[in-house]
């Protein structure tokens, strides 16, 4: 084999292994239940997190809702001068649960 096609050859490994990385990587054993949750907030602005990781704002998620595990999940949304209101919500399996919230404007 030539040095440029085993070049290109590793050059496409290499891209598979990143592209699967990227995307959870290889399953093992059956696919974990997964259920979604769907956020209707207000102000749109509120920055969403879900089990401690920062999402971004509501009106980005609002549309596409979020896949997620089965079970119990944390949800925090908050925005600048509101308090923030702080959500357990329980996800089932093939089921869409919508999070309805709207946050309190905190006095100046």
């Given at each position: 084999?030539?040095?440029?096609?085993?070049?290109?050859?590793?050059?496409?490994?290499?891209?598979?292994?990143?592209?699967?990385?990227?995307?959870?990587?290889?399953?093992?054993?059956p696919?974990?239940?997964?259920?979604?949750?769907?956020?209707?907030?207000?102000?749109?602005?509120?920055?969403?997190?879900?089990?401690?990781?920062?999402?971004?704002?509501?009106?980005?998620l609002?549309?596409?809702?979020?896949?997620?595990?089965?079970?119990?999940?944390?949800?925090?949304?908050?925005?600048?001068?509101?308090?923030?209101?702080?959500?357990?919500?329980?996800?089932?399996?093939?089921?869409?649960?919508?999070?309805?919230?709207?946050?309190?404007?905190?006095?100046?």
């Amino acid at each position: 084999m030539s040095a440029s096609r085993r070049n290109a050859v590793l050059a496409l490994c290499l891209g598979a292994a990143l592209f699967a990385a990227a995307c959870g990587g290889a399953q093992k054993g059956p696919a974990q239940p997964r259920g979604a949750l769907r956020f209707e907030v207000a102000p749109k602005e509120a920055i969403i997190e879900v089990d401690e990781t920062r999402l971004g704002p509501a009106s980005m998620l609002a549309k596409q809702g979020l896949l997620l595990k089965v079970g119990r999940h944390r949800v925090v949304v908050t925005l600048e001068d509101f308090f923030p209101e702080y959500r357990l919500v329980d996800v089932r399996e093939n089921e869409v649960a919508t999070l309805e919230v709207e946050l309190t404007p905190a006095p100046e």
